[in-house]
């Protein structure tokens, strides 16, 4: 894991307006999965990780790394981790399948778009606009510099917290409406152990709030007695 871009540290303000999109969620939904049983809290599945390294460790700031340039990093390869496992799931994941984008609990993710205007889509739809979002920033050099001598804009760590919740929601949907493929596919351990890596860092470094992981809060805990 890592980033292999050098992110260099953040003082200056930028001048670019950064307005994230109001990513609401409702209580709503259709759980196309119907399976009020969760069976990925399971105690046959909770305790297949792909490593029992401590994560934990994995996540802290390395001593003398810029914090902004460990978050830009880490967040690259979360990206491309959770690119790649949606892509293996992609074909379950169809407008009629998943009419909605839900997650745990029946909460709906609304997407809301560049005028505020409150979308509701399919999940595969609603997934489309997060990644392309993520990638948008991931790629703008004012956002996510990568040039010896830029700076990180003022606000990074709000658009870094936005960014992790779109790839908390995208998790949260493959738990919740198919499940049952990830565990056809034998990608359960691989779910478990990105899911664990990445509520990890997010606790570590304060990127999601209490009410954006209380949909999964039984696995997280499940999974934190495992490691
Ligand atoms: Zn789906």
Known sequence: MGGCHSYPSATKADKKSLQPPDFSSEKLGINNNNLEERPYLQQQYVCQLITHTDMLALTALPPGVDKAEWLASNTVAFFKHINLFSSALSEFCTPTTCPTACGPGN???????????????????????????????????????????????????????KVF???????????????????????????????????????????????????????????????
């Open 107 to 161: 909460t709906v993710y609304v997407w809301t778009d560049d005028h505020g205007r409150k979308l509701k889509c399919s999940a595969p739809l609603y997934f489309d606009y997060a990644m392309s979002y993520v990638q948008e920033l991931l790629t703008d050099e004012d956002v996510f510099p990568t040039k010896a001598g830029s700076v990180f804009p003022t606000g990074f760590i709000f658009l870094v917290q």
């Open 165 to 227: 919740l779109l790839f908390f929601r995208t998790l949260a949907h493959i738990y919740w409406s198919h499940y049952r493929e990830t565990l056809a596919l034998g990608l359960h351990p691989q779910l478990n152990t990105l899911f664990t890596h990445l509520t990890l860092f997010c606790r570590q470094h304060a990127l999601l709030e209490p009410e954006d992981t209380e949909p999964l809060q039984d696995l997280i805990t499940a999974l934190g007695q495992q490691c």
